[in-house]
């Protein structure tokens, strides 16, 4: 049984490009979160799809965007980045919603 | 709005010690109740969960209580060790399944 796999572990970005994060769910896992979580904070949930269907957002603006594919593998989209996007970006999966997280190790995402 | 307060910000004990961590939550109507722990530069590992219902979880070293009623819990290590160093995260999770976490609690146990 695989563990929840993000990539790449370290991003480096340009204010005002544009990135893509990726998480392979735990194996049988449908339903996927993201997190951002910077520096000294607690992580903060930013969305999550359940079945490719996203059901459920947290205070993040538009410019943040997710797909779920059929095998429950996920990415995480962020357009026009800003300064203040730098943070580790975290995946994590579940059987379905309210059941354990099980998280990847992240993502550490630089805006420059 | 829910939040979640984790006191203290951080601690350090020397090897051997017993020690409690704190954790308090604005609204009960939460569906469980998880500790993390965290390494630096990693992921989260879940130690411990806490359904709403009940009112502690053990494991090893390692005991969590809950009290809806007054929002709080706490994460108790026993016999503390270098190696439980880490920064321990408290979260509760939504009856949609979106977690709520605290901004953690910076644990060094010196030898």
């Known amino acids: 049984e695989t563990g929840v796999t993000q990539s790449p572990t370290h991003l480096i970005k340009t204010r005002g490009q544009q990135v893509t994060l990726r998480c392979s769910s735990q194996s049988g896992h449908n339903t996927v979160s993201w997190y951002q979580q910077a520096l000294g904070q607690g992580p903060q949930f930013i969305f999550q799809y359940y079945r490719e269907e996203e059901n459920g957002r947290g205070n993040f603006p538009p410019r943040f965007s997710g797909l779920q594919f059929p095998n429950y593998s996920s990415e995480l989209n962020v357009n026009a980045l800003e300064l203040d996007d730098s943070a580790l970006y975290l995946c994590?999966?579940?059987?379905?919603?309210?059941?354990?997280?099980?998280f990847g190790n992240g993502t550490r995402l630089t805006v420059t | 709005k829910q939040e979640v307060t984790q006191i203290p910000a951080a601690l350090s004990v020397p090897e051997g010690e017993n020690l409690v961590l704190n954790c308090s939550f604005t609204?009960?109507?939460?569906?469980?109740l998880q500790w993390f722990r965290q390494d630096p530069g990693k992921g989260l590992t879940s130690l411990l969960l806490i359904q709403s219902s009940q009112r502690e979880q053990t494991s090893g070293r390692l005991n969590a209580s809950l009290d809806k009623s007054s929002g709080r819990s706490t994460l108790y290590i026993a016999a503390s060790q270098p190696g439980d160093s880490a920064t321990y995260l408290c979260a509760v999770t939504s009856n949609t399944g979106k977690l709520i976490f605290g901004q953690g609690t910076t644990l060094q146990v010196k030898p």
């Open positions: 994590a999966s579940s059987l379905e919603s309210g059941t354990p997280l099980h």
């Open positions: 609204d009960s109507a939460i569906y469980n």
